[in-house]
């Protein structure tokens, strides 16, 4: 076992040592194996590497008060991965293959699950074409590989808030494109939008809708939500947005124990200055609240800077539920016995 610093875990790879692997060959998966982590062998004609035929998920594994093993809805990731393997012309993987490989893996990494308070395993589940092919074409080889690596927060500093640019020369996915599904080249060309605003001494870029520059779609790998005048409001599915499993917990917590009816509906980014609260959401953020946005040389406050009640609610709301310390009425804890 390597030794790792708990007290300091940031969001940095530190891979566990095992890892899942499993192969697609002549229309078929195999049943995977468990290997030590490293480096793999690749033909540079694999689609993945020419023409970016690739798709991941992320989770997390988390060490609850009395010492157990739980996941959060790993189902809705598996359903997640196989839209987008649809999208993508990969073959799909079949869920409880899917669940099941995370949990044996899981098993003998245990001991880099984090100690209760500490962090959380994250989980990279990936999907990609490796078979050889010249032309524009769908592999007929497939890899799926899942690793793991122990996690703090996403973002340094992250529940003081964190500062953000809305941006209407850089987008992040087109209506119809993939923006939907959690395709590698996705993250590839965000990698310059958050550079330039790295610059600007912002953490992340607001990305808008790529048609008219006026809605909000996402913070760079999070959904967006906001707070005024005691509604709950979070941009509609457009399908260039990526459909967050922590979104969809976040809009049903809000409605069934927080009594708020949530809107999913657009966003203009003007109407977010005098905003109440705004924070941000996914496996990695958990819930970030969102301290200022800045857009063309212009800093809003949001409320008072700091993280606002509702926001501080529902952070404390989601995690109970994860570590299974809030009553699920949902069925979203999952234990890994
Ligand atoms: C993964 C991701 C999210 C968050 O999804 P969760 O299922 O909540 O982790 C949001 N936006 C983008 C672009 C993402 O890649």
Not at 246 to 261: P, Y
Not at 300 to 313: A, F, L, S, V
Request: net charge negative; hydrophobic share 35%; with cysteine.
């Amino acid at each position: 076992m390597k030794k790792i610093d708990w007290d300091n875990l940031g969001f940095d790879i530190n891979a566990a040592e095992k890892m899942f692997v499993a192969n697609y060959k002549d229309g078929r998966w195999d049943e995977g194996e468990i290997v030590d982590y490293g480096k793999i062998s690749i033909y540079p004609s694999a689609v993945v590497l020419n023409y970016g035929q690739g798709i991941f998920e992320g989770m997390k594994a988390y060490r609850t008060k009395d010492g157990r093993i739980a996941m959060f809805r790993p189902y809705d990731n598996a359903k997640r991965l196989n839209m987008g393997c649809e999208r993508l012309c990969m073959p799909t993987i079949d869920e409880d293959f899917f669940v099941k490989s995370i949990e044996s893996l899981l098993k003998v990494n245990e001991d880099y699950i984090p100690p209760y308070g500490k962090g959380d395993l994250y989980i990279r589940p990936i999907l990609f074409g490796s078979g050889e092919m010249l032309g524009v074409n769908p592999a007929t080889e497939y890899t799926f590989i899942i690793y793991m690596s122990p996690v703090g927060p996403y973002f340094k500093g992250g529940f003081n808030g964190i500062k953000l640019e809305i941006r209407k020369d850089y987008h992040r996915a087109p209506l119809y494109g993939s923006g939907g599904i959690k395709a590698i080249g996705n993250y590839a060309v965000s990698l310059y939008p958050k550079k330039v605003v790295k610059r600007n001494g912002y953490d992340e870029v607001i990305y808008l809708d790529a048609k008219t520059s006026t809605y909000i779609e996402e913070v760079g790998s999070a959904n967006f939500f906001m707070l005024k005048d005691g509604v709950l409001s979070t941009p509609r599915l457009s399908g260039s947005i990526l459909p967050g499993i922590t979104r969809d917990s976040v809009l049903k917590i809000a409605r069934d124990v927080f009594g708020l009816t949530p809107l999913e509906r657009d966003i203009r980014y003007d109407e977010i200055y005098d905003a109440d609260e705004l924070f941000c959401t996914g496996t990695a953020a958990v819930i970030t609240p969102i301290s200022l946005v800045a857009y063309d040389g212009e800093e809003h406050t949001i409320g008072d800077g700091r993280p606002g009640e509702i926001t501080k609610k529902m952070y404390d709301e989601l995690k109970g539920i994860q570590l299974g310390e809030k009553e699920d009425r949902y069925g979203w804890f999952y234990e890994v016995k």
